[in-house]
């Protein structure tokens, strides 16, 4: 078998990034699906003799040692034997299944158990069960991730909650937030995603060919089988779903996709904002004395990161958007598009986490221009029209809106010409104190306290 070099490898995930994303591509890995299959089948046979009935033979205690000692030696050179089975055979859980039955003849207490590996079983339900285990410990390491980035964006917006900044809506000057409020924001989108996330669960199914439990009937009638496996699902951390075709349908992991589709699309909106911020001079990037920001031009300190970030987040999107879009269709009882679909589903989770990943890296490298946002505050005096109208409006004044609108849109304002307008205004004396004393730097209503909420 030719074994890849790391520069033969298409997927920059398996390469260039591979490090950053590690705990997820050992995951994903074929070989852990096939360990995971493994563990499945050896724990289906001692759970058929502990609590399967009279029908079979209870396993003593030297034989349930060495079906553990089978179930814990799988290794690299186990996993390369399965693959050979497998391009003898073309069937992978098959040549799972083949494998154990190699590893059981080396004991011979073993023999007289070997014909319940897979038994009344489908394929799916080994597979079914394999990627729930698979996604529920992708979506723990995925979480500890977006953990990280929620802190990050938390101590930001307490950091930076009174410190002034000019919003803007359509790209104009309006009024005036914080840029602890503004990172508030985006913590509290992603905090209620991730109380979604951690809600779901991994969905398996374990009824045989068409889900109706035909050969576990078959054996015991006597049994409630619906029970026995919804336990056996269990000691996986699995939930079961009990009413299937031959496949578990796969609505959950289409829910999993959209949050994270929503993760990401929070993420983008975020890292899209900081890059203007930056572009606008009101977060500068820390210099590392050794980077490159330019080929040619050696002055720039790009805001790479978020680009990246946006870039990665992009590509998990159209992934995760295709699986939720795909999976839960299956032709009558089954077909089998699923199956090479979903050996992707790390990909999705992978340029997520790589998203989430560089967007933290840069959030580690931005510090507020303090000056700038003070500066460009107080060159839109403009943006107190609100309140002027608010004000009048206080004092009776219906057509306060329109009145300012002609008095302050597309205009440029200062500090001068702001106290002259409100001078000239038929309002009372206490009013016109009260708006005098309003500036753009602080007229910044509950910011400040939102922020530290």
């Known amino acids: 078998m030719h074994l890849m070099k790391i520069e033969e490898l298409i997927s920059p995930l398996d390469n260039r990034y591979s490090l950053k994303i590690k705990d997820l591509a050992n995951n994903f890995s074929e070989s852990n699906l096939n360990k995971i299959r493994f563990e499945i089948e050896i724990e289906w046979v001692i759970f058929l003799c502990t609590h399967g009935g009279k029908s079979f033979k209870p396993l003593s205690a030297s034989a349930k040692k060495n079906l553990l000692k089978i179930k814990n030696?799988?290794?690299h050179k186990s996993s390369n034997r399965i693959k050979s089975i497998e391009s003898r055979i073309n069937h992978d859980v098959k040549a799972v299944e083949y494998f154990i039955r190699e590893e059981m003849k080396r004991f011979p207490n073993l023999s007289k158990y070997e014909y319940l590996i897979h038994y009344a079983l489908t394929s799916e339900d080994i597979n079914s069960l394999s990627y729930a285990v698979l996604i529920g410990k992708a979506k723990d390491i995925y979480q500890k991730k977006l953990d990280v980035f929620i802190k990050n964006l938390k101590s930001k917006s307490r950091s930076w909650a009174s410190l002034p900044l000019l919003a803007r809506t359509h790209g104009q000057a309006a009024s005036p937030s914080t840029l602890g409020k503004e990172f508030k924001v985006f913590y509290q989108r992603l905090?209620?995603?991730?109380d979604i996330l951690n809600k779901m669960k991994p969905l398996a199914k374990f009824g045989g060919a068409t889900g109706n439990f035909h050969t576990l009937d078959l054996t015991d009638p006597k049994i409630n089988w619906l029970n026995k496996t919804k336990k056996f699902l269990s000691s996986f951390g699995v939930e079961q779903n009990p009413i299937t075709t031959q496949i578990e349908p796969h609505d959950g992991i289409a829910e999993l996709a959209h949050c994270i589709q929503r993760i990401n699309n929070i993420t983008i909106d975020l890292d899209q904002d900081l890059w203007i911020y930056i572009s606008n001079d009101i977060f500068k990037l820390k210099i590392k004395d050794q980077e490159v920001g330019s080929s040619t031009m050696p002055h720039k300190v790009n805001p790479i990161d978020f680009e990246n970030s946006e870039g990665n987040l992009g590509i998990s999107n159209s992934l995760m958007g295709f699986f939720a879009e795909k999976?839960?269709?299956?032709?009558?009882q089954r077909d089998l598009s699923d199956s090479t679909v979903l050996r992707n589903i790390g990909m999705g989770f992978g340029y997520s986490y790589l998203g989430l990943t560089s967007c933290l890296s840069g959030l580690n490298k931005i510090q507020p221009n303090k000056e700038k946002a003070i500066h460009e505050l107080s060159n839109n005096w403009q943006v107190l029209s609100e309140a002027i109208q608010i004000v009048m409006k206080l004092e009776g004044y219906d057509?306060?809106?329109?009145?300012?609108?002609?008095?302050t849109r597309g205009q440029t304002i200062d500090k001068d010409s702001y106290h002259e307008l409100i001078e000239n205004l038929k309002i009372s004396s206490t009013s016109k104190n009260k708006l005098k004393k309003l500036t753009p730097i602080t007229?910044?209503?509950i910011a400040s306290k939102l922020a530290k909420s």
């Open 73 to 75: 030696s799988f290794n």
């Open 191 to 194: 905090l209620r995603q991730k």
């Open 399 to 407: 057509n306060a809106y329109e009145e300012i609108k002609k008095l």
């Open 327 to 332: 999976l839960p269709k299956s032709r009558l």
């Open 443 to 445: 007229y910044l209503g």
